[in-house]
């Protein structure tokens, strides 16, 4: 098992800038891959960005140049994933989700964090 832990969403005006992180624990070995998705009200969930084992990334169109995601992997016990986000929008406004995936045996299994809301508003 995987647990996802985030912090750090809050208030925002537009223009300002938030960080997001997200600690993984428990049975990460297997991690391929980490990112952040979110939901905004009314609206499917969306993915934000992703960072694989590797260090590739991919980007939503709508966060290029503004978001910039990172991945510390301090032992086998730990990894992190922190969202910087900068030049928030009001349409940023979204519950964010930590998200991880591992492939054991052939099998992939998805993780979710409990989600952190992010408001971007004057």
């Known amino acids: 098992q995987v647990q996802l832990v985030e912090s750090g969403g809050g208030l925002v005006q537009p223009g300002g800038s938030l960080r997001l992180s997200c600690a993984a624990s428990g049975s990460i070995f297997s991690i391929i891959w980490m990112g952040w998705y979110r939901q905004a009200p009314g609206k499917q969930r969306e993915l934000v960005v992703g960072?694989?084992?590797?260090?590739?990334?991919?980007?939503?169109d709508s966060v290029k140049g503004r978001f910039t995601i990172s991945r510390i992997s301090r032992d086998n016990a730990k990894n992190t994933v922190n969202l910087q986000m900068n030049s928030l929008k009001p349409e940023d406004t979204a519950v964010y989700f930590c998200?991880?995936?591992?492939?054991?045996?052939?099998?992939?299994?998805?993780?979710w964090g409990q989600g952190t809301q992010v408001t971007v508003s004057s």
């Open positions: 960072i694989t084992s590797s260090g590739g990334t991919n980007y939503a």
């Open positions: 998200s991880a995936r591992k492939v054991v045996a052939g099998e992939m299994y998805n993780y």
